[in-house]
């Protein structure tokens, strides 16, 4: 074997003996109780979002627990509620906005819708391909069909676009934000939050006073009539409430930054893998991937430890006063 090859296998051999490098995962100093789930979905989930669940018998179950009894297919994604309305995207790109069972609105796109919103008689939308659209539904007018740019992967928390008076935010996969005339279909700006050339999806998408807040897995912007601020990190989760933000890092840290993004403080929980945060009153329920929720208040302190019965393993799903998994609900008390 020449120098060449014997330097090439060397760095082969390396590269994968680091691939096999044993994951270290959470372990808890104390755990303060046992809690089981106390109770059970018809059926199990089956796809989850930000914004809702379906289940396998093709009932949705929304945010504030309720359930809504439904025929979907297994091919049907569950996108989000606005104004009474449900809305739901096929793999085929059929796409529908329902009021209870009946159909409010129904249009075909080229490919899968992944994000989309509604105000009044607008519907603004994200395929899977990485176009942005806006369709006024009264009179059946595309107002807007726009590709912004090649995209490799979606994550399951990718963010709605969200609407502010005469404009929309549309999120995209790529790591942007792109500004839009609600009226005219116009493009006004974009705005790069993060440029990653994979899972560069926008995840976190939020207006809060005159201030806007995206969130990719590498980076979090601030936007406002200031300028513009950046936090960098591997992040797992955003959550706002109570004028603070909370981010869920991927090595097992929490961070709380004020709207300014300047950091507050930190705690770290060494290794967790978070599934998700559930804000309630003047506390913090964090689902944690190997079977425990810490309970927290609102500056992480006061800390709880709960051993679930279960590691998380299946479908999960935040909903406002509950934590539901594969079939089962643990209420939050």
Not at 151 to 163: Q, S, T
Not at 253 to 274: G, H, R
Request: proline share 1%; charged share 25%.
């Amino acid at each position: 074997m020449n120098l060449k090859n014997y330097i090439l296998s060397s760095l082969i051999i390396l590269t994968l003996a680091g691939c096999y490098t044993k994951r270290e995962y959470y372990e808890p100093e104390f755990v303060s109780k046992n809690v089981s789930f106390d109770g059970s979905l018809s059926s199990s989930l089956q796809q989850t979002s930000r914004y809702g669940a379906v289940l396998k018998n093709g009932n949705i179950l929304l945010k504030n627990g309720n359930i809504i009894e439904l025929n979907l297919d297994k091919n049907d994604n569950f996108l989000g509620e606005y104004q009474g309305k449900l809305l739901i995207s096929s793999i085929d790109g059929n796409f529908k906005v329902l009021m209870g069972e009946d159909e409010y609105y129904t249009t075909k796109f080229k490919t899968r819708i992944v994000s989309a919103s509604i105000n009044d008689n607008h519907l603004a939308a994200l395929s899977v391909d990485n176009t942005i659209h806006l369709i006024d539904m009264i009179s059946d007018k595309l107002l807007l069909e726009y590709n912004v740019g090649v995209a490799y992967a979606i994550d399951a928390k990718m963010a709605n676009p969200v609407f502010l008076n005469s404009i929309i935010v549309y999120p995209t996969l790529d790591g942007k934000i792109m500004i839009v005339d609600k009226f005219n279909g116009r493009i006004l700006r974009d705005a790069v939050v993060s440029s990653e050339s994979f899972f560069n999806n926008i995840i976190f998408l939020d207006l809060l006073g005159d201030k806007m807040f995206a969130a990719s897995a590498t980076k979090l912007m601030a936007i406002s009539t200031q300028g513009v601020k950046h936090y960098d990190g591997q992040i797992k989760d955003v959550l706002i409430y109570s004028g603070k933000i909370y981010l869920f890092l991927k090595d097992g840290m929490v961070e709380i930054l004020d709207l300014e993004l300047n950091k507050l403080s930190s705690k770290n929980f060494k290794f967790a893998i978070f599934s998700g945060v559930i804000p309630k009153d003047d506390k913090l329920y964090i689902i944690e991937k190997t079977g425990y929720m810490f309970i927290t208040d609102l500056n992480l302190n006061n800390l709880e430890i709960v051993k679930l019965d279960s590691e998380i393993s299946k479908k999960s799903f935040m909903g406002e006063n509950a934590f539901y998994y594969d079939d089962e609900i643990l209420e939050l008390k």
